[in-house]
Protein backbone atom coordinates (compact mmCIF):
# COMPACT_ATOMS: atom_id res chain seq x y z
CA UNK A 1 0.00 0.00 0.00
CA UNK A 2 1.82 3.09 -1.05
CA UNK A 3 1.67 6.34 1.52
CA UNK A 4 -1.03 7.98 -0.79
CA UNK A 5 -3.35 5.32 -0.69
CA UNK A 6 -2.55 4.96 3.25
CA UNK A 7 -3.52 8.62 3.82
CA UNK A 8 -6.67 8.56 1.50
CA UNK A 9 -7.90 5.41 3.25
CA UNK A 10 -7.52 7.31 6.31
CA UNK A 11 -8.86 10.74 4.93
CA UNK A 12 -12.18 8.40 3.74
CA UNK A 13 -13.07 6.25 7.01
CA UNK A 14 -12.82 10.31 8.86
CA UNK A 15 -15.14 11.48 6.41
CA UNK A 16 -18.76 12.39 7.47
CA UNK A 17 -21.60 9.37 7.25
CA UNK A 18 -18.66 6.51 5.93
CA UNK A 19 -18.55 4.07 8.50
CA UNK A 20 -17.06 0.57 8.23
CA UNK A 21 -19.47 -0.98 6.06
CA UNK A 22 -19.51 1.70 3.41
CA UNK A 23 -16.09 1.89 3.55
CA UNK A 24 -15.47 -1.53 2.32
CA UNK A 25 -17.92 -1.04 0.04
CA UNK A 26 -16.39 2.05 -1.26
CA UNK A 27 -12.75 0.39 -1.44
CA UNK A 28 -14.63 -2.73 -3.50
CA UNK A 29 -16.10 -0.78 -6.07
CA UNK A 30 -14.03 1.43 -6.89
CA UNK A 31 -10.37 0.14 -6.05
CA UNK A 32 -8.88 2.92 -4.50
CA UNK A 33 -9.69 5.29 -1.46
CA UNK A 34 -8.62 7.92 -3.85
CA UNK A 35 -11.22 7.22 -6.46
CA UNK A 36 -13.75 6.33 -3.48
CA UNK A 37 -13.38 10.04 -2.53
CA UNK A 38 -13.84 11.74 -5.79
CA UNK A 39 -16.99 9.58 -6.40
CA UNK A 40 -18.74 10.22 -2.73
CA UNK A 41 -20.63 13.35 -3.64
CA UNK A 42 -21.54 12.31 -6.84
CA UNK A 43 -22.90 9.25 -4.83
CA UNK A 44 -24.80 11.34 -2.22
CA UNK A 45 -26.37 13.15 -4.93
CA UNK A 46 -28.16 9.85 -6.18
CA UNK A 47 -29.20 9.40 -2.83
CA UNK A 48 -31.01 12.70 -2.20
CA UNK A 49 -28.67 14.67 -0.17
CA UNK A 50 -25.33 15.92 -0.52
CA UNK A 51 -21.84 14.62 1.34
CA UNK A 52 -18.41 16.35 1.82
CA UNK A 53 -15.29 14.22 2.55
CA UNK A 54 -12.65 14.97 5.53
CA UNK A 55 -10.39 17.88 4.51
CA UNK A 56 -6.93 16.84 3.16
CA UNK A 57 -5.33 19.41 6.11
CA UNK A 58 -6.90 17.71 9.25
CA UNK A 59 -6.16 14.51 8.08
CA UNK A 60 -2.43 15.82 8.01
CA UNK A 61 -3.00 17.32 11.66
CA UNK A 62 -4.32 14.01 12.92
CA UNK A 63 -1.18 12.26 11.71
CA UNK A 64 1.53 14.50 12.49
CA UNK A 65 -0.55 14.47 15.99
CA UNK A 66 -0.47 10.87 16.71
CA UNK A 67 3.31 10.36 15.20
CA UNK A 68 4.00 13.38 18.35
CA UNK A 69 2.27 10.92 20.79
CA UNK A 70 4.26 8.03 20.19
CA UNK A 71 1.72 6.45 18.27
CA UNK A 72 0.85 4.82 14.76
CA UNK A 73 -1.49 3.53 12.72
CA UNK A 74 -2.97 0.34 11.51
CA UNK A 75 -4.97 0.29 8.74
CA UNK A 76 -7.24 -2.80 7.83
CA UNK A 77 -5.05 -4.53 5.20
CA UNK A 78 -1.85 -4.08 6.71
CA UNK A 79 -0.09 -7.06 7.61
CA UNK A 80 0.03 -6.45 11.72
CA UNK A 81 -3.57 -5.50 11.67
CA UNK A 82 -5.08 -8.08 13.93
CA UNK A 83 -6.53 -10.71 12.36
CA UNK A 84 -9.02 -12.05 14.19
CA UNK A 85 -10.64 -8.17 14.57
CA UNK A 86 -10.71 -8.31 10.70
CA UNK A 87 -13.38 -11.26 10.88
CA UNK A 88 -15.28 -8.78 13.12
CA UNK A 89 -18.59 -7.17 11.45
CA UNK A 90 -17.87 -3.57 11.63
CA UNK A 91 -14.42 -3.94 12.25
CA UNK A 92 -12.73 -0.50 12.58
CA UNK A 93 -10.50 0.12 9.26
CA UNK A 94 -8.26 2.53 10.75
CA UNK A 95 -6.56 1.72 14.25
CA UNK A 96 -4.07 4.12 16.40
CA UNK A 97 -1.85 1.90 18.39
CA UNK A 98 0.88 3.03 21.22
CA UNK A 99 2.99 -0.16 22.67
CA UNK A 100 3.64 -3.61 21.54
CA UNK A 101 1.79 -4.28 18.22
CA UNK A 102 3.02 -7.92 18.72
CA UNK A 103 0.74 -8.88 21.40
CA UNK A 104 -2.30 -8.42 19.42
CA UNK A 105 -0.89 -11.62 17.48
CA UNK A 106 -0.95 -13.23 20.94
CA UNK A 107 -3.55 -15.50 22.52
CA UNK A 108 -5.72 -13.09 23.42
CA UNK A 109 -8.53 -13.58 25.87
CA UNK A 110 -10.71 -10.75 27.07
CA UNK A 111 -11.84 -9.66 30.60
CA UNK A 112 -14.86 -7.60 31.70
CA UNK A 113 -16.76 -6.84 34.21
CA UNK A 114 -18.60 -4.30 36.61
CA UNK A 115 -17.41 -1.06 37.08
CA UNK A 116 -18.65 -0.85 40.39
CA UNK A 117 -17.46 -4.19 41.65
CA UNK A 118 -16.87 -5.91 44.68
CA UNK A 119 -13.24 -6.11 46.52
CA UNK A 120 -13.46 -9.82 46.15
CA UNK A 121 -13.97 -9.94 42.12
CA UNK A 122 -11.61 -7.12 41.18
CA UNK A 123 -8.80 -8.96 43.43
CA UNK A 124 -10.38 -12.79 41.61
CA UNK A 125 -10.08 -10.78 38.24
CA UNK A 126 -6.52 -9.50 39.29
CA UNK A 127 -5.51 -13.25 40.13
CA UNK A 128 -7.02 -14.38 36.80
CA UNK A 129 -5.28 -12.93 34.94
CA UNK A 130 -1.97 -13.17 36.13
CA UNK A 131 -2.76 -16.41 35.69
CA UNK A 132 -3.33 -16.60 32.39
CA UNK A 133 -0.27 -14.41 31.66
CA UNK A 134 1.75 -17.49 32.89
CA UNK A 135 -0.37 -19.26 30.26
CA UNK A 136 1.11 -16.61 27.69
CA UNK A 137 -2.34 -15.52 27.00
CA UNK A 138 -2.65 -11.75 26.94
CA UNK A 139 -5.39 -9.95 28.69
CA UNK A 140 -7.70 -7.65 26.55
CA UNK A 141 -9.60 -5.25 28.37
CA UNK A 142 -11.30 -1.42 28.65
CA UNK A 143 -9.37 0.47 30.96
CA UNK A 144 -12.88 1.17 32.69
CA UNK A 145 -12.92 1.10 36.75
CA UNK A 146 -13.40 -1.93 38.57
CA UNK A 147 -13.16 -5.16 36.98
CA UNK A 148 -11.13 -3.99 34.12
CA UNK A 149 -8.11 -2.08 35.97
CA UNK A 150 -8.08 -5.32 38.06
CA UNK A 151 -7.88 -7.79 34.87
CA UNK A 152 -4.77 -4.79 33.34
CA UNK A 153 -2.83 -4.46 36.31
CA UNK A 154 -2.80 -8.60 36.87
CA UNK A 155 -1.34 -8.86 33.47
CA UNK A 156 0.80 -5.99 33.05
CA UNK A 157 3.83 -7.67 33.69
CA UNK A 158 2.79 -10.77 31.22
CA UNK A 159 0.93 -8.53 28.65
CA UNK A 160 -2.52 -6.66 28.12
CA UNK A 161 -4.13 -4.77 25.76
CA UNK A 162 -6.35 -1.84 26.54
CA UNK A 163 -9.18 -0.53 23.97
CA UNK A 164 -10.25 2.91 25.06
CA UNK A 165 -13.13 4.86 23.59
CA UNK A 166 -10.91 8.30 23.34
CA UNK A 167 -8.21 9.58 21.79
CA UNK A 168 -4.59 8.04 22.68
CA UNK A 169 -4.00 11.19 25.06
CA UNK A 170 -7.11 11.07 26.72
CA UNK A 171 -7.10 9.55 30.54
CA UNK A 172 -10.41 8.01 31.31
CA UNK A 173 -11.01 7.20 33.93
CA UNK A 174 -8.71 10.00 35.21
CA UNK A 175 -7.38 8.15 38.03
CA UNK A 176 -5.63 5.20 35.37
CA UNK A 177 -4.27 7.67 33.71
CA UNK A 178 -1.03 6.49 35.13
CA UNK A 179 -1.62 2.62 34.27
CA UNK A 180 -2.50 3.77 30.76
CA UNK A 181 0.43 5.30 30.50
CA UNK A 182 2.15 2.21 31.80
CA UNK A 183 -0.03 -0.25 29.04
CA UNK A 184 1.04 2.43 26.30
CA UNK A 185 4.95 1.98 27.73
CA UNK A 186 4.83 -2.10 28.68
CA UNK A 187 1.83 -3.46 26.91
CA UNK A 188 -0.80 -2.32 23.79
CA UNK A 189 -3.00 0.46 24.16
CA UNK A 190 -5.39 0.64 21.41
CA UNK A 191 -8.50 3.39 19.93
CA UNK A 192 -10.11 4.34 16.86
CA UNK A 193 -10.61 7.55 18.10
CA UNK A 194 -8.20 10.95 16.57
CA UNK A 195 -5.92 12.09 19.25
CA UNK A 196 -8.33 14.95 21.44
CA UNK A 197 -11.44 13.38 21.03
CA UNK A 198 -13.33 13.08 24.58
CA UNK A 199 -15.38 9.91 26.12
CA UNK A 200 -18.80 9.67 24.97
CA UNK A 201 -21.89 7.13 25.47
CA UNK A 202 -22.06 5.48 22.30
CA UNK A 203 -18.52 5.29 21.99
CA UNK A 204 -18.13 2.93 24.98
CA UNK A 205 -20.36 -0.17 22.92
CA UNK A 206 -18.03 0.73 19.70
CA UNK A 207 -15.03 0.01 21.94
CA UNK A 208 -16.44 -3.12 23.17
CA UNK A 209 -16.78 -4.55 19.84
CA UNK A 210 -13.02 -4.17 19.41
CA UNK A 211 -12.54 -5.90 22.76
CA UNK A 212 -14.38 -9.09 21.56
CA UNK A 213 -12.66 -8.88 17.91
CA UNK A 214 -9.20 -8.77 19.30
CA UNK A 215 -9.54 -11.84 21.54
CA UNK A 216 -10.65 -15.94 21.27
CA UNK A 217 -12.99 -15.37 23.91
CA UNK A 218 -14.27 -13.27 26.75
CA UNK A 219 -14.76 -13.90 30.12
CA UNK A 220 -17.19 -11.89 32.22
CA UNK A 221 -16.50 -11.90 36.18
CA UNK A 222 -18.78 -9.21 37.63
CA UNK A 223 -21.79 -7.58 35.60
CA UNK A 224 -25.58 -6.57 36.33
CA UNK A 225 -28.12 -7.12 34.01
CA UNK A 226 -28.32 -5.06 31.00
CA UNK A 227 -24.34 -3.73 31.43
CA UNK A 228 -22.03 -2.88 28.75
CA UNK A 229 -20.00 -6.15 29.65
CA UNK A 230 -22.84 -8.01 28.80
CA UNK A 231 -22.87 -6.32 25.34
CA UNK A 232 -19.10 -7.44 25.23
CA UNK A 233 -20.49 -10.80 25.90
CA UNK A 234 -22.90 -11.09 23.03
CA UNK A 235 -20.90 -9.40 20.32
CA UNK A 236 -18.31 -12.31 21.53
CA UNK A 237 -20.88 -14.74 21.28
CA UNK A 238 -22.35 -13.42 17.78
CA UNK A 239 -18.60 -13.60 16.03
CA UNK A 240 -18.28 -17.17 17.03
CA UNK A 241 -15.62 -16.49 19.96
CA UNK A 242 -16.06 -18.41 23.58
CA UNK A 243 -18.27 -16.42 26.50
CA UNK A 244 -17.65 -17.70 29.69
CA UNK A 245 -18.88 -16.15 33.29
CA UNK A 246 -17.75 -16.40 36.28
CA UNK A 247 -20.90 -17.04 38.82
CA UNK A 248 -21.38 -15.03 41.76
CA UNK A 249 -23.97 -15.13 44.67
CA UNK A 250 -27.46 -14.95 43.56
CA UNK A 251 -28.38 -12.35 46.20
CA UNK A 252 -25.62 -10.08 44.68
CA UNK A 253 -27.26 -7.76 42.04
CA UNK A 254 -23.70 -7.50 40.04
CA UNK A 255 -23.64 -11.25 39.84
CA UNK A 256 -26.70 -11.78 37.92
CA UNK A 257 -25.22 -10.73 34.18
CA UNK A 258 -22.17 -13.85 34.76
CA UNK A 259 -25.29 -16.30 36.42
CA UNK A 260 -28.12 -15.16 33.52
CA UNK A 261 -24.70 -15.52 30.92
CA UNK A 262 -24.15 -19.18 32.09
CA UNK A 263 -28.20 -19.80 32.31
CA UNK A 264 -27.97 -18.71 28.83
CA UNK A 265 -24.68 -21.39 28.00
CA UNK A 266 -22.04 -19.46 28.91
CA UNK A 267 -19.01 -21.33 30.13
CA UNK A 268 -18.53 -21.40 33.65
CA UNK A 269 -14.82 -20.82 34.26
CA UNK A 270 -13.54 -21.23 37.64
CA UNK A 271 -10.12 -20.94 37.22
CA UNK A 272 -7.15 -20.27 34.26
CA UNK A 273 -7.17 -23.88 33.72
CA UNK A 274 -10.90 -23.66 32.37
CA UNK A 275 -10.59 -20.72 30.39
CA UNK A 276 -7.70 -22.36 28.73
CA UNK A 277 -9.52 -25.45 28.55
CA UNK A 278 -12.36 -23.08 27.03
CA UNK A 279 -10.47 -21.28 24.18
CA UNK A 280 -8.04 -24.38 23.65
CA UNK A 281 -10.81 -25.82 21.48
CA UNK A 282 -11.43 -22.96 19.02
CA UNK A 283 -9.86 -23.73 15.15
CA UNK A 284 -6.48 -22.87 15.12
CA UNK A 285 -7.01 -21.31 11.79
CA UNK A 286 -8.95 -18.41 13.36
CA UNK A 287 -5.34 -17.12 14.15
CA UNK A 288 -3.61 -18.00 10.68
CA UNK A 289 -2.21 -14.63 9.67
CA UNK A 290 -3.73 -13.75 5.82
CA UNK A 291 -3.63 -10.78 4.24
CA UNK A 292 -7.05 -9.07 4.11
CA UNK A 293 -8.86 -8.52 0.69
CA UNK A 294 -11.91 -6.10 0.46
CA UNK A 295 -14.12 -8.90 -1.09
CA UNK A 296 -17.11 -7.09 0.20
CA UNK A 297 -20.28 -7.68 -2.12
CA UNK A 298 -20.09 -5.70 -5.36
CA UNK A 299 -21.98 -2.42 -5.72
CA UNK A 300 -23.42 -1.59 -9.37
CA UNK A 301 -22.50 1.81 -10.84
CA UNK A 302 -25.85 2.24 -12.23
CA UNK A 303 -29.26 1.98 -10.67
CA UNK A 304 -33.05 2.05 -12.19
CA UNK A 305 -35.11 4.88 -10.87
CA UNK A 306 -37.84 2.07 -10.46
CA UNK A 307 -35.43 0.03 -8.56
CA UNK A 308 -34.50 3.04 -6.52
CA UNK A 309 -37.68 3.69 -5.88
CA UNK A 310 -39.33 -0.29 -4.25
CA UNK A 311 -36.26 -0.44 -2.42
CA UNK A 312 -36.81 2.92 -0.41
CA UNK A 313 -40.50 1.97 -0.08
CA UNK A 314 -39.51 -0.64 1.63
CA UNK A 315 -37.39 1.25 4.09
CA UNK A 316 -38.96 2.55 7.38
CA UNK A 317 -37.63 3.69 11.23
CA UNK A 318 -37.77 -0.11 12.19
CA UNK A 319 -34.44 -1.85 11.47
CA UNK A 320 -34.75 -4.53 8.87
CA UNK A 321 -32.13 -7.26 7.23
CA UNK A 322 -30.61 -6.39 4.23
CA UNK A 323 -31.29 -9.22 2.80
CA UNK A 324 -35.17 -9.07 3.66
CA UNK A 325 -34.77 -5.83 1.28
CA UNK A 326 -33.43 -7.95 -1.23
CA UNK A 327 -36.18 -10.82 -0.97
CA UNK A 328 -38.93 -8.61 -1.02
CA UNK A 329 -37.35 -6.21 -3.70
CA UNK A 330 -36.81 -9.25 -6.16
CA UNK A 331 -34.08 -6.34 -6.76
CA UNK A 332 -30.72 -7.72 -6.94
CA UNK A 333 -28.13 -7.92 -4.29
CA UNK A 334 -25.46 -5.32 -5.91
CA UNK A 335 -28.27 -2.76 -7.05
CA UNK A 336 -30.04 -2.87 -3.38
CA UNK A 337 -26.01 -2.59 -1.82
CA UNK A 338 -25.94 0.41 -4.21
CA UNK A 339 -29.38 2.50 -3.00
CA UNK A 340 -28.37 1.60 0.63
CA UNK A 341 -24.76 3.28 -0.16
CA UNK A 342 -26.17 6.58 -1.98
CA UNK A 343 -29.14 6.30 1.42
CA UNK A 344 -26.32 6.48 3.77
CA UNK A 345 -24.25 9.01 1.93
CA UNK A 346 -27.06 11.23 1.72
CA UNK A 347 -27.79 10.97 5.44
CA UNK A 348 -31.08 9.42 4.67
CA UNK A 349 -30.19 5.75 6.04
CA UNK A 350 -28.34 4.29 9.11
CA UNK A 351 -27.20 0.84 9.67
CA UNK A 352 -27.58 -1.57 12.71
CA UNK A 353 -25.67 -4.27 13.83
CA UNK A 354 -26.52 -7.53 12.26
CA UNK A 355 -26.33 -6.47 8.91
CA UNK A 356 -29.74 -4.26 9.28
CA UNK A 357 -30.92 -0.37 8.46
CA UNK A 358 -33.38 1.98 8.96
CA UNK A 359 -34.54 5.44 6.98
CA UNK A 360 -33.81 8.09 9.03
Same mark, same amino acid.
Given at each position: MSDQERFDRLRLIRSPRIGPVTYRQLLARFGNAGEALRAVPELASRGGGRASVADAGDVEQEIARSRALGARYLLMGDADYPFLLEQMEGAPPALIVRGDGALAAGRCIAMVGARNASAAACRFARGL?? $?LGREDAIIVSGLARGIDTAAHQGALSSGTIAVIASGIDVSFPPENSELQAQIGEQGLLITEHPPGVQPLARQFPARNRIIAGLSLGTVVVEAAPKSGSLITARLAGEAGREVMAVPGSPIDPRAQGCNQLIRDGAIL??? !?? $??ME???SIDPRMVRQESFAFNAEPVS? =?? !??? =?? $??VIALLGAAAVPVDELIRLSGVSPAAVQTVLLE +? =? +?AGRVDRHAGGRVSLR
Open positions: AQ $DVQN !AA $DVAVGS =EV !AVK =ER $DT +L =E +L
